[in-house]
């Protein structure tokens, strides 16, 4: 049954789609930080400061969350069909993940194989 709908589906490697995501995460990163010169000291904190950090939390958050399923697809080979490309990525997003990426990617591997899913 899965080996079915899986050939239905598409798994091309579009790189336009990749620039797309890489575009997006720059913009993600850039309001989150730049958000942050925007807000005031504590003691001075107003309405207008509070909104913009809880603001570049959210943003900076979702910014995170990317970072790791991308690191994540990098480790599968879905980044792209380069090799070097997948490793350059997973390098990139796991130094923002906080994660050393050949490491992880070891650990995640063996993760698939424990669990069955190969």
């Known amino acids: 049954h899965y080996m079915r709908i899986r ?15 890489v575009l997006t995460d720059l913009v993600l990163l850039t309001c ?24 570049a939390i959210v943003v900076g958050s979702v910014f995170c969350f990317r970072s790791f399923a991308m690191m994540h697809e990098a480790v599968h080979g879905c980044v792209s069909a380069n090799r070097s490309i997948n490793y350059i990525a997973g390098l990139v997003y796991g130094a923002f993940c906080f994660l ?10 063996l993760h698939h194989k424990w669990a069955g899913n190969v």
């Open 7 to 21: 050939s239905q589906l598409n798994f091309d490697h579009r790189h336009g789609w990749l620039i797309l995501h």
């Open 32 to 55: 989150a930080v730049l958000s942050l010169f925007f807000v005031k000291e504590q003691s001075q904190l107003d309405l207008k400061s509070l909104a913009v950090a809880v603001l």
């Open 100 to 109: 050393p990426f050949q490491y992880w990617r070891q650990i995640h591997l």
